[in-house]
């Protein structure tokens, strides 16, 4: 199980590494078009910022959910339910908790 917790510590870390970057990215962008009052949606460089805001909040909210469930996987470690199907109760493969140390269901469940 500790290989598990240092897993879900480093997933931890980089979920609030990529959330703090992309929320200083999204501010910039924020900043950038209250700076800049072009057409937007007849820009010649490609993608709007809209366009652009819209990806960033994706993204975003992507990696606060999985920090989210970071946190909840090292409670559950931290109460002894960690590994166990939130479904059935069997007990998560070693793969499975490999691959996606967050999981909350095994193979069977989630299908």
Known sequence: MDSHRTALERL???AEGEIAALDADLHALF???RA???DDEHDPEGATIAYERAQLT???A???AQLVAVNEALARLDAGAYGHCESCGQAIAGERLEIRPFATTCIACAS
Do not use: F, P, T, Y
């Open 58 to 60: 994706a993204v975003l």
């Open 12 to 14: 931890r870390e980089q």
């Open 62 to 64: 992507a990696a606060r």
């Open 36 to 38: 800049d009052n072009a």
């Open 31 to 33: 900043e950038a078009s």
